[in-house]
Each structure stands twice: as C-alpha cells, then as structure tokens.
T-cell receptor, first 115, second 116 residues
Framework: GAGVSQTPSNKVTEKGKYVELRCDPI?????LYWYRQSLGQGPEFLIYFQGTGAADDSGLPNDRFFAVRPEGSVSTLKIQRTERGDSAVYLCASSLRDRAQTGQFFGPGTRLTVL | AQSVSQHNHHVILSEAASLELGCNYS??????LFWYVQYPGQHLQLLLKYFSGDPLVKGIKGFEAEFIKSKFSFNLRKPSVQWSDTAEYFC??????????????FGQGTILTVHP
C-alpha cells in the first residue's frame, strides 16, 4: 500500500513568512509523528498525535510552531514568522497506534529553507 | 531527559569486512530500542527493534543488534558488509514505561561507506 506522503517536498520561503507542511499518514494509522532533522543530526521529536489530539507536544521549540490533525488522518505543521534557524528537513511518520510494536513508518520529508 | 550517543560519525569499510556500530543511551527505565537506516535518496526505514525477551535481535539484510542493559548499549552488527549497505544509520530509544509512548529519541547518526 501507499506509504507516508509529505507535501511539498521542498519549500523555500523568506524570513518572517508563514508556512504549512502537510503529512498524509498510511491509511488506518491512528498515530502520527513530526520530527525535524537538521544537517548532520538525527531526527528531533516535535509532536505526536494519537487520533485527533496531540498526545505530546513537548518537542515544539516555541509558540511559532503549531500542528493540527482535525479528522485524525492528515496533519498540518504550521510555522509562523519563520526564522533562518527553522531551515531543516521536517519528517512525518505514522504507526497503527503509539504503542504498536511495528516501529514508526517515515515519509520522505519536506526540506524547508528560510532565506 | 533521554539521550542517545552514536560513537562514530563516519565509518569506512571494504566489502566483506565486519561491522559494529556503537549506540549508548542514557535512561534507567524500561526502553524500546530501534535501528533505522537511510539509504541515499531514500527515507528512513526500520532495520530492527528490541522490545523485550532475547537481547539479541535480528533484522533485515543480515543485521543484528545486542541489547546489553548493564551497559545501556544497543550495538548494531553485520558479519560481512556489502556495497549496498552504504547508508546512514540511526539508533533510537523510546521510554516504554512513560506517558509519551510515541516519542523517539534519535542519535546523531553514523554514515557507513562501503568500498567495493
């Protein structure tokens, strides 16, 4: 079946602008995760959803970052007033549920560049 | 807070050499452990995982890892690498006893280059 998809694959924006990054999880997966990966680093946890609610948003760096998953499927990560330090690859992953022993299935990522 | 340390940033081997990539984590509670791999141009894929039971776990493509609780380690091994194993490898840990069951903490990654 189809894997996790993310759009856009690349996003270039200017400092101060607003961006939205979209994630379509694997069909039937109730848990959805967002990570951020900077160059030369491993993925860094941002937030995860179990169903429609955010189960843990402790990784969001500040209040410029926000994520939603209104219908328990697609999720959008929103970044306000972007800064150059927000440049990174934003990864989305999903799993059947957060306690699933299958591990998390990752998408290809969105590369965000803030000029 | 949990942290994961991967000892080597870049490992270079010739085909047929044996591989061991180190991973140590700092957390004293019950953990689940994972190795993910990212081949050039591809997304992260699960290589193997440990939840409980036999501390020696086998994954895809001939990889295995050993969980040594007393050393807080989960090293990845392969007896004979191939050129196609060239990739970046990430170790990750999850707090199995906490409330944030979905959060993975990753190491910084190890780039493996295998020369034919």
């Amino acid at each position: 079946g189809a894997g996790v998809s993310q759009t856009p694959s690349n996003k270039v924006t200017e400092k101060g602008k607003y961006v939205e990054l979209r994630c379509d999880p694997i069909s039937g997966h109730t848990a959805l995760y967002w990570y951020r990966q900077s160059l030369g680093q491993g993925p860094e946890f941002l937030i995860y959803f179990q169903g429609t609610g955010a189960a843990d948003d402790s990784g969001l760096p500040n209040d410029r970052f926000f994520a939603v998953r209104p219908e328990g499927s697609v999720s959008t990560l929103k970044i306000q007033r972007t800064e150059r330090g927000d440049s990174a690859v934003y990864l989305c992953a999903s799993s059947l549920r957060d306690r699933a022993q299958t591990g998390q299935f990752f998408g290809p990522g969105t590369r965000l560049t803030v000029l | 807070a949990q942290s994961v340390s991967q000892h080597n940033h870049h490992v270079i081997l010739s085909e047929a050499a044996s591989l061991e990539l180190g991973c140590n984590y700092s957390y004293g509670g019950t953990v689940n452990l994972f190795w993910y791999v990212q081949y050039p141009g591809q997304h992260l894929q699960l290589l193997l995982k440990y939840f409980s039971g036999d501390p020696l776990v086998k994954g895809i493509k001939g990889f295995e890892a050993e969980f040594i609780k007393s050393k807080f380690s989960f090293n990845l091994r392969k007896p004979s690498v191939q050129w196609s194993d060239t990739a970046e490898y990430f170790c990750a840990v999850r707090d199995a006893g906490g409330t944030s069951y979905g959060k993975l903490t990753f190491g910084q990654g190890t780039i493996l280059t295998v020369h034919p």
